[in-house]
């Protein structure tokens, strides 16, 4: 089946008073992305021609988000229906089919609006499609009055009568329209309502009116959840992170605690892979195949390698790439450092801005110096080194394959390959000396004693 051509408006006017901040709402995180970010990529999911995000005066941050799709300003806000007109200009010649979305609905699914684009398409042809739902409690939804001929009308919370108030089918707010009748439709929508608002739902109305049918299509109500507060954001970011979490248990990870498990929506975890309890996934970061993540590893921008084992409580920070059946422990942090298959970095360390081969081993505190106050250097260690425990390496610096460095070493010259570099004070012992001290102590503290008592 071919489809008919998309265009998308987003509608992000909103400034979200109950948000009580100086962020615009949509620009709120979910999974550490702007839930306008969230339905962009929904959007770009079912390729339309065009997106264009309805935003209001001085939200140039909300511009910038939205970049490189298209921005209106909503001078005033006026309504959903005014804020839809809006757009018009940059799509007035659209013919296809034109969905209208909501910066601050951010759990919508590519299949849903699917299914409303699908309803645009059949026999009955519908200018105006609306996604329905049912909750569980109505509350002050829009509600859909349905009869023979499809959806005939949409009554806002406000102005409906107790019988419409009692109908359980409510407006999620998504609606796909005939590119085509569209803003003849627009046009019709006035504001004698209770509000004063120009109200797109009046949508349906306006075109029943002009003869053309509208269709209601039933979707899930979680997909329509909105944010008006940051106690709805909490909510609505459980509900993202249990997605992800059933998503990598069905793509065949094991997560031991899946509520303690946090993940970014670009978090890429291969199969076989087991992640203990209290693990944060940031942006950018791909496990491999049957890793092993112990429990309460933090995780930025980094790549684990095949059957790797990270932590407990590693720190893998941006630039990171840890090889295949790599062991990195506890209190370990990486940074903008890959390390090749095989090598190990089991305790306390701090490994920044460094190259480190296959089948190296790094002692337990080993920290790289990378950073001069000025500038940071790299630190290049090569296959098969052993770095003693409790080693300072002062970058630049280069460690030769095969070489050994003696613990509690401070390196910040080159060592040449398989020789064993040592920089410390040589060991003296005293024989003897134990006794003598004991003996010297015991006698000044007696003498204390005695000048106290007179
Ligand atoms: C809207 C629907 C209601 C539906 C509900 C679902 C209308 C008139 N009502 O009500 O039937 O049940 O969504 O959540 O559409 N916006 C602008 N400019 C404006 C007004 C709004 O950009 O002038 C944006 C808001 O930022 C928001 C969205 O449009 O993202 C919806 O507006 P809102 O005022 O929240 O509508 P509801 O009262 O929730
Ligand atoms: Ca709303």
């Not at 500038?375 to 290049?380: E, F, N, Q, V, W």
Request: hydrophobic share 45%; net charge neutral.
């Amino acid at each position: 089946m071919t489809r008919r051509p998309l265009a998308c408006i987003v509608l992000a006017a909103g400034k979200g008073t109950r948000m009580k901040s100086a962020l615009p709402k949509v620009l709120h995180p979910i999974g550490g992305m702007p839930m306008l970010k969230h339905v962009l990529a929904t959007a770009e999911a079912l390729n339309p021609e065009r997106i264009v995000v309805v935003v209001g005066p001085g939200m140039d941050n909300v511009a910038q988000a939205a970049a490189p799709h298209a921005t209106v300003v909503q001078e005033r806000q006026a309504g959903t229906g005014d804020a839809v007109a809006a757009a018009r200009p940059l799509l007035e010649e659209f013919a296809g089919d034109v969905l209208v979305l909501y910066g601050d609905t951010p759990l919508i699914r590519a299949e849903t609006l699917g299914s409303m684009v699908e309803a645009r398409g059949t026999a009955a042809d519908p200018a105006v499609v609306v996604m329905g739902m049912r909750p569980a409690d109505p509350g002050a939804y829009g509600r859909l009055i349905t009869g023979e001929g499809g959806l005939e009308r949409i009554v806002e919370f406000l102005d409906a009568s107790p019988e419409e108030r009692a109908l359980g089918l409510c407006n999620a707010g998504f609606m796909a329209f005939d590119g085509a009748r569209m803003w003849g439709i627009i046009e019709g929508i006035g504001n004698a309502n209770a509000k004063g608002e120009y109200y797109l739902t009046d949508a349906v109305e306006v075109a029943r009116a002009k003869g053309w049918n509208c269709a209601a299509v039933e979707g899930p109500v979680e997909d329509a959840l909105g944010v008006n507060s940051r106690a709805e954001l909490a909510a609505l970011e459980k509900i993202f992170q249990g997605r992800m979490r059933r998503a990598a248990m069905e793509n065949g990870a094991t997560l031991v605690d899946p509520d303690t498990v946090w993940f970014s929506p670009d978090t890429v975890i291969g199969r076989d892979v087991l992640v203990g309890p209290n693990v944060f996934f940031g942006p950018g970061v791909v496990v491999e195949d049957g890793a092993e993540i112990r429990a309460f590893c933090h995780f930025e921008g980094a790549r684990i390698g095949a059957g790797a084992q990270i932590g407990p409580y590693a720190r893998m920070r941006p630039g990171t790439v840890v090889g295949e059946g790599c062991h990195i422990g506890n209190f370990v942090e990486l940074k903008n450092t890959v390390m090749a298959n095989g090598s190990k970095a089991n305790h306390l360390s701090y490994l920044g801005d460094a190259d480190i081969g296959s089948g190296t081993n790094i002692g337990a505190g080993t920290i790289t110096c990378n950073y001069d106050g000025f500038l940071k250097h790299r630190t290049t260690i090569g296959d098969g080194v052993f770095v003693g425990t409790h080693s300072t390496l002062v970058a630049p610096v280069t460690l030769e394959s095969g070489s050994y460095v003696a613990a509690a070493t401070v390196i910040t010259r080159t060592v040449p390959a398989d020789s064993l570099a040592v920089a410390r004070a040589r060991q003296e012992n005293k024989e003897g000396w134990a006794p003598r001290f004991r003996a010297r102590k015991l006698a000044e503290k007696a003498a204390k004693a005695a000048a106290k008592k007179g």
